[in-house]
């Protein structure tokens, strides 16, 4: 948390001391909690998400319904990065990941760390997650170049590679509302299995 602090600090305090923060997140249900193609919550799981933005900085924080790792309740991701657009009609980012398990806000059961870096274009995107401290790496890439579909691949080290495909069924009742089929295939050596998912979401953006 300390090290997240200091990022976030760091990177305020370099793009500008008055700047006032851009503030957007969303709230939602969502018919399935997955991550990286794993399910994490069994049934109905609420998220929300608020973001703040400075001029190329941003820090987020992410929580999630969690039933499926031990003990825990939810599953919080704070982030904090900066992008910018280095050659033209690429946009890249550079990202600081911390991830907990909680049963609680005050009772953190696992925790882990990762550096990520991304790359998005118009056609595509693209991030790799370096690990930190034994945590293991992950990457994904994904194109909404067929326009009505989204369509990802990512792998992530010792746990399993995940294929999804998704579509923006658009905006009702106040919110945004999203359907799609999510496929894992677990590594051999891991503790995982195979799983696959078709879920909707809805959520509303602020």
Request: proline residues 1%.
């Amino acid at each position: 948390m300390k090290k997240l602090l200091a990022i976030m600090v760091g990177l305020a305090v370099s793009t500008s001391v008055m700047a006032k923060p851009e503030i957007s997140g969303h709230v939602g249900l969502k018919s399935d909690h997955l991550m990286r193609g794993m399910t994490m919550n069994s049934g109905l799981a609420a998220h929300g998400k608020v973001q703040a933005d400075w001029k190329g900085a941003y820090a987020e924080l992410d929580v999630h319904q969690n039933d499926q790792n031990g003990d825990a309740k939810m599953m919080a991701k704070m982030l904090a990065g900066y992008g910018k657009e280095v050659i033209e009609g690429f946009h890249t980012s550079v990202e600081y990941h911390d991830y907990s398990f909680r049963d609680d806000w005050d009772n953190k059961l696992q925790d882990f760390q990762e550096v990520a870096v991304k790359v998005k274009h118009e056609m595509f995107e693209a991030a790799y997650h370096t690990g930190l401290e034994d945590a293991p790496d992950y990457w994904e890439v994904s194109t909404d170049a067929l326009k009505y579909l989204n369509i990802s691949y990512g792998d992530w080290e010792d746990r399993g590679a995940n294929f999804g495909v998704s579509t923006s069924l658009g905006n009702h009742f106040g919110g945004d509302i999203n359907l799609g089929w999510t496929w894992f295939d677990a590594d051999d050596a891991s503790i995982m299995e195979d799983d696959d998912t078709i879920w909707v979401s809805y959520k509303i953006n602020f």
